[in-house]
Nanobody, 121 residues
Framework: VQLQASGGGSVQAGGSLRLSCAVS????????AGWFRQAPGKEREFVGA????????YYADSVNGRFTISGDRAKNTVYLQMNFLKPEDTAVYYC???????????????WGHGTEVTVSS
């Protein structure tokens, strides 16, 4: 199983970025996909997740209304659209997959390498 996150970069506050997470070794309907982030000196935190059907989504309060998670079954890829970015969104973003049930914790079964997002004021 591999998860490959991409799409990070530098953007000014108020801007947008779209992260992608390409999944291989799992079928699209077999996992919940989550996005997490870790800012310098802070613990890794939950950002959001999408359920196995690719329709239901969950978000942390800090990003709700600004970030949107979606999935492409044909490409087995999950996206994190980030709008109205703030400097406090600066972090390394990770995608992860869990097989059994939705979780906001770090107990996901598979993790990808992170992609860095920097938001300047």
């Amino acid at each position: 199983v591999q998860l490959q996150a991409s799409g990070g970069g530098s953007v000014q506050a108020g801007g947008s970025l779209r992260l992608s997470c390409a999944v291989s070794g799992l079928t699209f309907s077999s996992y919940f996909a989550g996005w997490f982030r870790q800012a310098p000196g802070k613990e890794r935190e939950f950002v959001g997740a999408i359920n196995k059907s690719g329709v239901g989504t969950y978000y942390a309060d800090s990003v709700n209304g600004r970030f949107t998670i979606s999935g492409d079954r044909a490409k087995n890829t999950v996206y994190l659209q980030m709008n109205f970015l703030k400097p406090e969104d600066t972090a390394v973003y990770y995608c992860a997959a869990i097989l059994r049930a939705f979780s906001r914790g770090l107990d996901y079964d598979y993790w990808g390498h992170g992609t860095e997002v920097t938001v300047s004021s």
